[in-house]
């Protein structure tokens, strides 16, 4: 079973640590707030109360047993910077830590962390995309070129295959999937046509996505 440490309890700490829970993962959180730590206790395998900026309190986890371990103080430069420090300094395998500045990202990288990520940007963007794209159900970014969107088949694509709309070579894009309902099926015959039905799971380029939503 893979092990998880979170430390802070905010928002992102506290959903994080709940869906991994729920992901079947062993997941261990501490966070100062005692009343934050009681409230997520039934919710976890273990959930503490202590400072994470004193050393003798980090080397008490055994943190080099976690799979992955999740700083997600993000609101405290000085903290989060810390942290991280002491949890490779410890023998953390792995840090990814929590951030909502570019620069601040930075200095996590040169201190340690192993991967930085940006909740807000990332769900603003997505957000953002899901909205302003026409016909878009839902977009997920893979990395600062690459993305996967849900999207309504496009009228002029309805009753043709990907075969005869030669989607790789026209757009850019590869059709991976189709939902109907809550049912997927992955990965389709290249020969099977789209009806009025149908959403498109679509991978490819951002920049060739964007133009395709924007059709």
């Given at each position: 079973?893979t092990?998880?440490l ?14 991994l ?12 707030d ?9 919710d ?5 109360v ?49 951030t ?26 997505r957000t ?18 690459y ?13 043709k295959s ?9 757009y ?29 799971i ?14």
């Amino acid at each position: 079973m893979t092990s998880m440490l979170v430390i802070g309890l905010g928002r992102f700490g506290r959903n994080l640590a709940v869906k991994l829970a729920q992901r079947n993962c062993e997941v261990m959180v501490i966070d100062s707030d005692e009343a934050a730590v009681n409230h997520i206790a039934p919710d976890v395998t273990n959930a503490l109360v202590g400072d994470c900026m004193d050393e003798t309190v980090i080397a008490s986890l055994g943190v080099s047993n976690f799979d992955v371990c999740f700083m997600c103080i993000g609101d405290n430069f000085q903290s989060s910077l810390g942290i991280t420090i002491l949890l490779k300094d410890a023998g953390a395998k792995h840090v990814v830590a929590k951030t909502d500045s570019e620069l601040h990202a930075k200095f996590l990288k040169k201190v340690g962390a192993d991967e930085v990520v940006f909740p807000e940007r990332d769900m603003g963007f997505r957000t953002a995309m899901r909205y302003s794209a026409a016909g878009a159900f839902d977009y997920i970014p893979l990395s600062d070129d690459y993305a996967i969107m849900e999207m309504a088949t496009p009228r002029e694509w309805l009753d043709k295959s990907p075969r005869d709309l030669q989607l790789r070579t026209k757009y850019g894009i590869n059709i991976i999937g189709i939902k109907q309902g809550a049912h997927i099926t992955p990965i389709i015959d290249a020969a099977r046509v789209f009806s009025h039905d149908d959403h498109l799971i679509v991978a490819g380029a951002n920049t060739d996505i964007q133009k395709l939503a924007k059709r």
